[in-house]
């Protein structure tokens, strides 16, 4: 399904084997928002379901999905460009040149299908991993080993800055899956700061935002004030912890969208080394041989604590779990296969 967005990027790309400095900002928003058209639309809203469906499994990040589908780049430049230029266009009421300086349409597409996918799988999705939590692991593994094995593409060479880049993301990444769950509590500023930081999480591939929430020890308390929120139970303190978390949704976002697309410009291969280090360090968290502790069997999914167990002493079927994991990845590989001879005409 990238093939076209692998021709938007040639510009960038094009610069990825010496990470030389790629085309200046503004050219490279134009390059990755080509002239829209219905079928683009269509492609870029089953792009949307796609991450909106890996946002609803524990561990998975809608970052990672992003990058296989090909429009990781062309996504973090959009968020970057919501900036004062942009607020200076919608004061001047110049909608439509503000909209085509964020490319509105393609996060207007790509909007709708992640909240279709988070509505419409998040159900089956959590019957899944209370019930099948060993096969859904296992085909969500076989995708992202498949989807590791696609995105080295994007490194054009690997030199000595993009091994260490690819060593730190890994290690960065099992940090962060190893550590302890946070006791957080729900004052301002560390609402802001937890959002802020989780925020940065869910735009990057194989770490999940919810599970970043988690280690705060802020995922509770904060999805419980939306759900009060959406029954109508509002309180002004609550009102504020909302608006502030918003707050460093937007402002992590932002930040970080600017320096990552800053890094991706600049230093296309390490960058996207990097990234797959931490879709790699991440892998672990869908490992199919693991189960809750006796402990925390009975808690909802994404409070489980998991421990991993012994091929020789699993319980079920360890062909079932290598069949699926390798169904998944032979299926990734074919429908890129397929993608890539296919040509998506958006003409620019």
Not at 101 to 127: E, K, N
Not at 142 to 164: D, E, R
Not at 330 to 344: C, D, F, P, Y
């Amino acid at each position: 399904m990238h093939q076209a967005e692998h021709q938007a990027e040639d510009s960038v790309a094009s610069h990825a084997a010496t990470d030389e400095p790629a085309s200046s900002p503004a050219e490279t928003a134009m390059e990755l928002a080509p002239n829209p058209t219905v079928l683009g639309d269509i492609v870029n809203v089953v792009r949307g379901f796609c991450m909106g469906a890996a946002d609803t499994v524990p561990g998975v990040s809608g970052g990672t999905v992003a990058l296989i589908l090909g429009h990781y780049q062309r996504l973090v430049t959009c968020i970057s460009r919501i900036d004062s230029h942009f607020v200076s266009l919608l004061v001047q009421s110049k909608f439509r040149e503000a909209g085509r300086h964020v490319d509105v349409r393609f996060l207007a597409a790509l909007g709708v299908g992640i909240a279709t996918g988070i509505v419409s799988l998040a159900g089956v999705m959590h019957w899944l991993l209370d019930h099948k939590q060993p096969e859904t692991f296992a085909v969500f593994f076989g995708l992202i080993v498949a989807s590791i094995w696609i995105v080295k593409s994007y490194v054009k060479k690997w030199s000595v800055p993009q091994v260490v880049a690819c060593g730190a993301g890994i290690l960065a990444a099992v940090a962060i899956t190893m550590m302890p769950m946070g006791q957080g509590n729900m004052s301002l500023p560390f609402l802001f700061l937890s959002a802020s930081v989780a925020i940065c999480a869910m735009i990057l591939p194989g770490i999940s935002g919810a599970f970043v929430l988690l280690l705060f020890g802020v995922y509770h308390p904060v999805t419980g004030l939306i759900k009060d929120a959406v029954r109508g139970n509002v309180t002004l303190e609550s009102l504020v912890q909302i608006v502030v978390f918003a707050s460093g949704c937007g402002f992590g976002l932002l930040a970080f969208s600017r320096l990552l697309r800053w890094m991706l410009e600049h230093h296309r291969s390490t960058t996207m080394a990097g990234l797959i280090g931490l879709m790699i360090g991440s892998v672990g968290k869908l490992w199919p041989l693991q189960q809750p502790t006796p402990e925390t069997a009975n808690l909802e999914t994404k409070f489980r604590q998991m421990e991993f167990v012994s091929a020789s002493q699993w319980p079920g079927s360890i062909s079932l779990l290598i069949g699926l994991a390798i169904g998944a990845a032979v299926l990734v590989i074919v429908i890129e296969s397929i993608a890539n001879k296919i040509e998506v005409d958006e003409p620019s």
